[in-house]
């Protein structure tokens, strides 16, 4: 029976700043078959979007993943965003600020499977 390993969740936002825009540490993600995103934001009348980007290295640019934009317009809320094929080496998320001020923090959670 195969085993797969969780490696320890950590913030890569912690409490920014949603009066502008927002971009998440860089994680490399190569080694990892799935991870996720966990969002939570508060503030008044928070209005912008989440994307995920991708790189394939460290000299690469940066591509947006065709997930679409999510959507962050409640003065309260969460979203997690999963991602379970990973064709790339590093990642991030990023707020576009539309409106609004608040806060927004973010944790990566990932596992890795075994045999």
């Known amino acids: 029976m195969g085993r797969k390993s969780v490696l320890e969740s950590y913030l890569v936002v912690d409490g920014?700043?949603?009066?502008?825009?927002?971009?998440?540490?860089?994680?490399?993600?190569?080694?990892?078959?799935?991870?996720?995103?966990?969002?939570?934001?508060?503030?008044?009348?928070?209005?912008?979007?989440?994307?995920?980007?991708?790189?394939?290295?460290?000299?690469?640019?940066?591509?947006?993943?065709?997930?679409g934009a999510i959507p962050v317009s409640t003065d309260t809320g969460s979203h997690k965003i999963s991602i379970t094929e990973i064709a790339w080496q590093e990642t991030r998320v990023v707020y576009t600020r539309v409106d609004g001020t608040g806060s927004i923090s973010v944790r990566l959670n990932a596992a890795v499977g075994g045999a």
């Open 16 to 67: 920014g700043d949603l009066a502008g825009n927002v971009t998440s540490l860089i994680t490399n993600v190569k080694n990892l078959d799935r991870y996720f995103y966990e969002v939570e934001w508060s503030g008044a009348s928070v209005d912008g979007s989440l994307s995920v980007e991708v790189r394939s290295d460290s000299n690469a640019n940066w591509e947006t993943l065709p997930i």
